[in-house]
């Protein structure tokens, strides 16, 4: 079974803890510590998930996801996530906590990637709304493709041969 750690228990977060509970999987989350009654909605919304501290979270974790607004990324230990699968559910928007540092030109995934060269950074979860995540889930066990990006950490491919 594999352990989803998820850095964030808002909507996005919640949505997909409660996907992949749904799928088998153990489920841990981490959330404001701001929230005092955020035990208790995890309990409510996502039974069988596990409110941990975020030490704990990527340390058990096999895949962690970064579902927390964009301008909450710089509280996240980075350097802990070092070798791990991350994905990164974050968007640089407005309403959302807002744009990445003052003079960075790259993309919000090279900002976040640059915080730990180790970690294995996947963009995805970003384009899509949470209602559309759960509205549109398939059955457990079914498999389909989607859009994401890799690491920019990793090595460039080069052009596929015509044989």
């Not at 808002?10 to 749904?22: D, N, P, Q, V, Y």
Request: aromatic share 4%; net charge positive.
């Amino acid at each position: 079974m594999t352990t989803l750690g998820i850095i964030g228990a808002g909507k996005l977060g919640t949505a997909i803890g409660r996907l992949a509970l749904e799928a088998g999987h153990a489920v841990l989350l981490t959330g404001s510590t701001r929230q005092p009654m955020l035990a208790l909605i995890i309990e409510t919304v996502l039974p069988g998930a596990r409110l941990v501290s975020e030490a704990d979270l990527i340390s058990a974790a096999d895949i962690v996801v970064l579902a927390v607004p964009f301008g909450k990324a710089g509280s996240i230990d980075f350097p802990a996530l070092t070798g791990k699968v991350v994905v990164d559910a974050m968007n640089a928007w407005d309403a959302a906590g807002g744009h990445p540092e003052p003079g960075w030109d790259g993309t919000t995934s090279s900002l976040i990637a640059s915080r730990n060269r180790s970690m294995r950074l996947v963009k995805s979860l970003n384009h899509i709304s949470y209602t559309d995540l759960t509205a549109d889930a398939l059955p457990a066990g079914t498999r389909c493709g989607g859009p994401s990006a890799s690491s920019p950490t990793m090595p460039p491919r080069g052009p596929r041969s015509r044989a």
